[in-house]
């Protein structure tokens, strides 16, 4: 199974954007669902995950409020509603299966990523 991870684009602050994460060629298999990002310069950081049938959910506390984690009910699918984009949003978005909420260390597996640029 691939992670396809899609929806970045360039947005304006405050604006809203969805990720989706498709899990090409079957379903999404691990405990943990969720995403990372990787900023200009820096290390890829946690950014939301929840457990494989949707609940509960985590989130990094620079987006909670913001941003919502969810997955649809035919399960090869995940999505990351981000609202309220600001600059610091700024990222490669990668989709992950993982055995853990929020280390990277417990990534199992990496969708190829998105770049969310938010610019005015």
């Known amino acids: 199974v691939q992670l396809q991870a899609s929806g970045g684009g360039l947005v304006q602050p405050g604006d809203s954007l969805r990720l989706s994460c498709e899990a090409s060629?079957?379903?999404?298999?691990?405990?943990?669902l969720g995403w990372f990002r990787r900023a200009p310069g820096k290390e890829r950081e946690f950014v939301a995950s929840?457990?494989?049938?949707?609940?509960?959910?985590y989130y990094a506390e620079s987006v909670r409020g913001r941003f919502t984690i969810s997955r649809s009910s035919a399960k090869n699918r995940m999505y990351l509603q981000m609202n309220r984009l600001k600059p610091e949003d700024t990222a490669v978005y990668y989709c992950?299966?993982?055995?853990?909420?929020?280390?990277?260390?417990?990534?199992?597996?990496w969708g190829q990523g998105t770049l969310v640029t938010v610019s005015s």
């Open positions: 992950v299966e993982s055995n853990g909420a929020r280390e990277r260390s417990d990534v199992v597996s």
């Open positions: 929840m457990r494989w049938r949707g609940s509960p959910t």
């Open positions: 060629g079957g379903t999404f298999t691990s405990n943990y």
